[in-house]
Nanobody, 130 residues
Framework: QVQLVESGGGSVQAGGSLRLSCAASVASGDVYNIYYIGWFRQAPGKEREGVAIIWPGGSDTYYADSVKGRFSLSRDNAKNTVYLQMNTLKPEDTAMYYC????????????????????WGQGTQVTVSS
């Protein structure tokens, strides 16, 4: 069982930045060297959208086209935390942001497809005003 807690959301104007945090814990093992950690977002009335994923051990990252060049992932092993740095924010980035974890590497619909992820946090709201 993996427990995930997001933080760092808030309200910013377009062009601004936010850094989201995903703190993970697991009963045994090193979650960040075992699990893929993904970030997703869901706006009202829309489907959940995959934003970014970091591989176990941080060996690779992958971003949705909608955020490529603006968002970046990093991790702090000592704090068991993955960060999503969001720059040049746009009003269309407004959503509830979730982090999620999975051990699997057989992707159905790609690595940013939500059904691939077994564990989810409660989310943190990001609001970008124009």
């Amino acid at each position: 069982q993996v427990q995930l807690v997001e933080s760092g959301g808030g309200s910013v104007q377009a062009g601004g930045s936010l850094r989201l945090s995903c703190a993970a814990s697991v009963a045994s093992g090193d979650v960040y060297n075992i699990y893929y950690i993904g970030w997703f977002r869901q706006a009202p009335g829309k489907e959940r959208e995959g934003v970014a994923i970091i591989w176990p051990g941080g060996s690779d990252t992958y971003y949705a086209d909608s955020v490529k060049g603006r968002f970046s992932l990093s991790r702090d092993n000592a704090k068991n935390t993955v960060y999503l740095q969001m720059n040049t924010l746009k009003p269309e980035d407004t959503a509830m942001y979730y982090c999620a974890a999975t051990r699997g590497s057989t992707w159905f619909g790609g690595p940013l497809a939500a059904p691939n992820y077994a564990y989810w946090g409660q989310g943190t709201q990001v609001t970008v005003s124009s």
